[in-house]
């Protein structure tokens, strides 16, 4: 009976998850790639493969969160540490602004974006155009390359 406890209080104490998240300090959208099993190999010396986000993310990258599960560490604990999956989440940017030649501020938006990049976005462009005293634009876009 002791062996079987000291084996469950072990197991208990070990499958604690690792989780790590990267702020870029942008804006969040609703807008997240999500990756649960991303291949990682030999305890992790060998990353998984990067995760391409500008085809889906325009306005940029606003947070990244990798977490090794319970599921991922009991994987990685059956092969020995040759197979290490991870999460990885990576919540798309709402907007940013640039300034264009005359100085202004401005606040890109995609046509397509979603109802909460709308709102964040016209809440960034509001809060730099009050707090700046300047005016500031917000251009929408199709995100094709003319624009």
Same mark, same amino acid.
């Given at each position: 009976?002791?062996?079987?406890?000291?084996?469950?209080?072990?197991?208990?104490?070990?499958?604690?998850?690792?989780?790590?998240t990267?702020?870029?300090?942008?804006?969040?959208?609703?807008?997240?790639?999500?990756?649960p099993?991303?291949?990682?190999w030999?305890?992790?010396?060998?990353?998984?493969?990067?995760?391409?986000?500008?085809?889906?993310?325009? *306005?940029g990258v606003?947070? @990244?969160e990798? &977490?090794? /599960?319970?599921?991922? #560490?009991?994987?990685?604990?059956?092969?020995?540490?040759?197979y290490?999956?991870?999460?990885?989440?990576v919540?798309?940017?709402?907007?940013k602004?640039?300034?264009?030649?005359?100085?202004?501020?401005?606040?890109?938006?995609?046509?397509?974006?979603?109802?909460?990049?709308?709102q964040?976005?016209?809440?960034?462009?509001a809060?730099?155009?009050? *707090?700046?005293?300047?005016? @500031?634009?917000? &251009?929408? /876009?199709?995100?094709? #390359?003319?624009?």
């Amino acid at each position: 009976m002791r062996r079987f406890l000291t084996a469950l209080g072990s197991a208990v104490v070990l499958s604690a998850c690792y989780h790590a998240t990267i702020e870029t300090g942008l804006t969040p959208s609703t807008e997240t790639i999500y990756k649960p099993w991303a291949s990682g190999w030999v305890y992790g010396l060998v990353p998984p493969a990067t995760v391409s986000t500008a085809s889906q993310c325009k *306005s940029g990258v606003a947070r @990244v969160e990798t &977490v090794h /599960s319970f599921l991922n #560490q009991l994987v990685g604990f059956l092969t020995l540490g040759i197979y290490t999956p991870m999460e990885i989440k990576v919540t798309c940017a709402a907007g940013k602004a640039a300034l264009n030649s005359d100085g202004d501020r401005v606040f890109g938006l995609r046509n397509d974006a979603s109802d909460g990049s709308f709102q964040s976005v016209f809440t960034d462009a509001a809060t730099a155009a009050v *707090s700046n005293n300047e005016p @500031v634009y917000v &251009v929408f /876009s199709d995100g094709s #390359q003319a624009d």
